[in-house]
C-alpha cells in the first residue's frame, strides 16, 4: 500500500481533535480520539505520552490563545490585570478542559516560557521571591473559578415560595443589570486581589523605622 501523501497524525491534529472531544463530551479517551482521528489507538503513542501527553497538548493549546502575557517593559498591575482577564476568556471558550488541567503538573516548554514572563516582572517590580508563587497561585485560582462561572446560569439563586430569606432576595434585585453577574463578580474579585498584592508589595519596599 502507498504511503498516504499527508501524514494521518501530528500534534497539532491530535490537539484540536482533542479539544473537540473535550468541548463536546466534556472528556476524552484514548479510544474515542482515536476514532474521531480514523487512526488505531497505538498509532497515538507514537506521537504523546498518553492521556497525560495529550493533556499537555490542551494546555499548550489554551495557552496559546492568552493574548496578554506580560512584557518586561511593563508595570505588574495593569500587565496583571490585563493577563487574568485574557486567562479567563482563553479557559471559559473551553471550560471542560480546566478539571483535567488541575490533574497533571505543567510541563509545557510554552505554557512554562508563559509563566516565566509572570515570574520575572513580579520580582523586577520587587515581589520577594518566596511570596511569588503564592500570589500567583492565588490569581490564578482566581481566574479558573471564574472562568467556570461564565458557562454558570445568569441566575444562580432561585429563593423557592415560603423560604425565609427576605435580605438575600433584596440583594438579588438590587443588582444592576449591567455588566453581568460573572463579570461584575470578576472586576471586583481582580481588583481586591491586585489591591492584596500592592499592599504586599508595599510593605515589602516599605522603609525600616
Known amino acids: 500500500m502507498a504511503r498516504p501523501r499527508t501524514a494521518l497524525l501530528d500534534l497539532e491534529r491530535i490537539a484540536t481533535a482533542a479539544m473537540d472531544l473535550v468541548d463536546e463530551t466534556g472528556d476524552f479517551t484514548m479510544p474515542a480520539l482515536a476514532a474521531r482521528l480514523g487512526v488505531q489507538t497505538a498509532s497515538l503513542y507514537h506521537h504523546v505520552d498518553g492521556r497525560s501527553g495529550v493533556v499537555e497538548l490542551l494546555r499548550t493549546r489554551i495557552g496559546?490563545?492568552?493574548?496578554?502575557?506580560p512584557r518586561p517593559d511593563?508595570?505588574?498591575e495593569p500587565a496583571l490585570r490585563s493577563y487574568a482577564y485574557s486567562y479567563r476568556a482563553a479557559f471559559a471558550a473551553h471550560p471542560h478542559v480546566v478539571p483535567m488541567l488541575?490533574?497533571?503538573?505543567?510541563?509545557?516548554?510554552e505554557v512554562l516560557a508563559g509563566y516565566e514572563r509572570v515570574v520575572a516582572?513580579?520580582?523586577?517590580?520587587?515581589?520577594?521571591?518566596?511570596a511569588v508563587m503564592t500570589a500567583?497561585?492565588?490569581?490564578?485560582?482566581?481566574?479558573l473559578g471564574a472562568a467556570l462561572d461564565l458557562a454558570a446560569p445568569e441566575v444562580m439563586w432561585a429563593v423557592p415560595p415560603g423560604i425565609d430569606a427576605d435580605r438575600l432576595n433584596a440583594a438579588l434585585a438590587a443588582q444592576p443589570a449591567e455588566p453581568t453577574r460573572a463579570d461584575r463578580a470578576f472586576d471586583f474579585g481582580i481588583t481586591v486581589l491586585l489591591?492584596?498584592?500592592a499592599d504586599l508589595l508595599a510593605a515589602t519596599t516599605a522603609e525600616p523605622e
Open 195 to 197: 489591591r492584596g498584592c
Open 64 to 69: 496559546s490563545e492568552i493574548v496578554s502575557a
Open 102 to 109: 488541575t490533574t497533571e503538573p505543567i510541563r509545557s516548554p
Open 136 to 143: 500567583l497561585t492565588a490569581l490564578e485560582n482566581f481566574v
Open 121 to 130: 516582572l513580579m520580582e523586577k517590580s520587587g515581589f520577594p521571591l518566596p
Open 74 to 76: 511593563q508595570s505588574w
